[in-house]
């Protein structure tokens, strides 16, 4: 057999790509971590990571290892719900991160709770990658870059996105005639240098430099209320724009033709293959984002 603590410490490393951070998760040292991957390839007799500098890269004989690890894991993870039964209702962890519950979610829970009325349903939040890995959820809501997909895993992609700058109907009414959206303040999210993607940068839209924007905010949801309350023109992502959109908090300032493509997707994931519940809510779920998405990227000009 081969040993547990291995497997467990090799899946971890895969999802973060980083044994510092599997270990994190794990509550061990990064070179515990790698002992058990020794002892892991070892067994098996073969290389399952190639070591960069920096970074990780899987092998061959780790990619068929990931294989079968996976719906191994999933089964394991529903072992103590089958094996204990049910009586009530079951209790179900939905995760996902505090911005997608705020800004699309929260209004949907109670859809959402209808269409499963046999659960009962637990939304678990997290802020960071890191909270999302270590969280135990049914269901998890995660959001990655297109790499990260798992093709053939307990998972469903949510629909693609765009990326496109909002403002509050009330501050498009101070800007001077023959002048544009782009002389107001800009609002920007995350620490400057570390946007996840070009397309969350002003540099990329506009002619601007470092230091350039007006206010910036923690993470998307602050960048979002802080548009919605007039202080400046943000970026929003399809998915989280479109109930402001649709209620008028927010208008878009430029065409779908225009808007630049999220460069991570919305995926949703679970661990068990057999629990075809985990399943059922993951399609409802794309479902509903993608009557949102359609409709935020359908949403008319605000200001020319």
Known sequence: MPPFAGLLAFEAVLRHGSMTLAGDELGLTQSAVSHR??????????ALLERLNPGLRVT???????????????????????????????????????????????????ALCGAFPDLSVEVVTWDTAAEAARAVVDLALLWL?????????????????????????????????????????????GRRG????????????????????????????????????????ALARSLLAADALRQRRLVRLIGS???????????????????????RMAGWLVASAGQAVTASDQMSIGAD
């Not at 204990?84 to 209702?89: E, V």
């Not at 209320?225 to 202080?231: I, L, R, S, T």
Request: aromatic letters at 8%; one cysteine or more; charged letters at 20%.
């Open 60 to 110: 061959e004989a780790g990619a068929r290892l990931a294989q079968e690890l996976s719906p191994l894991l999933g089964t394991l993870a529903g072992m103590r719900r089958r094996i204990a039964g049910r009586s009530g209702p079951r209790s179900f962890r939905l995760g996902l991160s505090t911005p997608l519950l705020a800004w699309w979610l929260s209004p949907r829970l109670p």
């Open 145 to 189: 870059p297109y790499v990260s997909r798992n093709v053939g895993a307990c998972e469903l992609p949510f629909p693609i996105e765009k990326v496109f700058p909002v403002a509050a109907p009330g501050l498009l009414e101070t800007i001077s005639p023959g002048q544009g959206w782009q002389g107001l303040p800009l609002l920007a999210k």
């Open 194 to 233: 570390e946007e996840t993607g070009r397309e969350w940068s002003w540099g990329t839209w506009l002619r601007v430099g470092p230091g350039q924007e007006a206010i910036r905010f923690r993470d998307i949801s602050s960048s979002l209320q802080g548009a919605v309350d007039g202080n400046g023109v």
């Open 257 to 279: 033709d225009e808007a630049q493509p999220c460069s991570k997707m919305q995926i949703a994931r679970w661990r068990d293959p057999q629990d075809q519940t985990a399943e």
């Open 37 to 46: 991957i020794r002892a892991l390839e070892d067994f098996f007799g073969v």
